[in-house]
C-alpha cells in the first residue's frame, strides 16, 4: 500500500452503473475483510460471555493480574500468589476464592482465559461475573471488543479501497458530507482528528483514574471502550482493503468526492531527458 499520490481535480464524467464510489466494478474484497475482523472479534466478545456461563458456577474465582503478563496459567503463577491486598496489582488470591489455572481448562475454554489473562490486568472490581465466575476480560476490554465487531462490521457495509489509507478509511462517511475535505485537501488531518476524537474518552476516563484518587465504573469502561475498539477496527480494515495494485497502477482511476482524481507521482527525469 502506498499513500504516495497527488490530489487533483476535475470536472465528473459520467460513469457506468457498473463502477462504484471507488471507482472499480466491485467491492467483494473489502466485504470480506470487515466479515472476518468482525467475526474474529465478534467470536471473542461472545466467548467471554459464553465461556464463564458454561463453567461450573463459582469456578472462576476472583482474579487480579498483571496486563501483558501470564499470572494464572498454572496454580504456581504470579497471580496465584498471596499478595498484599493494598497494592497497585495483585492481591491475595488465597483470600479471594483459591487458585486458578487456565491450563486446566478445556482448550476452549482455556484459550479464552489465556488471550484474556496475557492482554488484560483481570482485576476483579473491573470485571463483571457471569454465573459466578468472573469474566476473562474487564469492562472496558468488553467495550473495546464490542466496538472492534461493529466498526468492522461497518466496514464491511460501507468501506471501500481508494488506493490510500487515508481515502479508504473516509470512505465509512458519505461523500457528500466530506466533499470540503478534498477541496482544501485535509483528508490526513480528518483522519487522525477522528481517531483521536473516539479515543479521547478512554484517555480521559483512564488517565484520570490512573494519576488521581478517581475511580471509574463498569459502565463507563464498557462506554468509554467501544469508540476505541471501534476507531482501531476502523483503521485495521481500511489498511488491509487500500490496495493500489487493484486499480492496476492508475491512479486516475480512483473517484473521489468532489471530482478529485489521484495522480501517481511521475518518474524523475535526468538531464537527458531520460527516465531514470
Known amino acids: 500500500m502506498s499513500d504516495r499520490s497527488t490530489l487533483v481535480h476535475e470536472p465528473l464524467h459520467a460513469v457506468m452503473d457498473e463502477v462504484m464510489r471507488n471507482g472499480l466494478t466491485d467491492r467483494t474484497r473489502e466485504q470480506k475483510i470487515g466479515r472476518w475482523v468482525a467475526v474474529i472479534c465478534g ?53 479471594h476464592g483459591g487458585t486458578f489455572s487456565w491450563m486446566e481448562l478445556n482448550p476452549y475454554f482455556g484459550f479464552i482465559y489465556a488471550f484474556g489473562d496475557l492482554n488484560c490486568h483481570q482485576k476483579h472490581e473491573r470485571s463483571w461475573t457471569v454465573n459466578e465466575n468472573q469474566m476473562p476480560v474487564c469492562a472496558r476490554d468488553v467495550g473495546i471488543f464490542l466496538g472492534l465487531t461493529l466498526g468492522a462490521w461497518w466496514f464491511s457495509r460501507r468501506g471501500y479501497n481508494r488506493w490510500t489509507l487515508r481515502d479508504t478509511f473516509l470512505t465509512l462517511l458519505p461523500d457528500e458530507r466530506i466533499e470540503s475535505l478534498y477541496l482544501v485537501d485535509r483528508r490526513m488531518k480528518a483522519m487522525l482528528l477522528i481517531g483521536f476524537a473516539m479515543c479521547l474518552p478512554v484517555i480521559l476516563d483512564g488517565g484520570i483514574q490512573a494519576i488521581t484518587s478517581y475511580e471509574s465504573n463498569n459502565p463507563l469502561r464498557l462506554t468509554t471502550g467501544v469508540p476505541f475498539g471501534f476507531i482501531i477496527s476502523w483503521l485495521l480494515t481500511s489498511s488491509l482493503a487500500s490496495r493500489p495494485a487493484k486499480f492496476d497502477g492508475d491512479a486516475s482511476r480512483v473517484i473521489l468526492p468532489a471530482g478529485a482524481h489521484l495522480m501517481a507521482p511521475l518518474k524523475p527525469i535526468d538531464v537527458a531527458g531520460e527516465s531514470e
Open 43 to 95: 467470536f471473542y466478545l461472545i466467548s467471554c460471555f459464553l465461556v464463564p456461563a458454561m463453567m461450573p458456577t463459582g469456578s472462576v474465582p476472583e482474579l487480579s493480574g498483571r496486563a501483558n503478563m501470564l499470572d494464572y496459567a498454572t496454580d504456581d503463577d504470579w497471580g496465584n500468589k498471596n499478595h498484599s491486598d493494598n497494592g497497585e496489582i495483585g492481591h491475595d488470591q488465597g483470600a
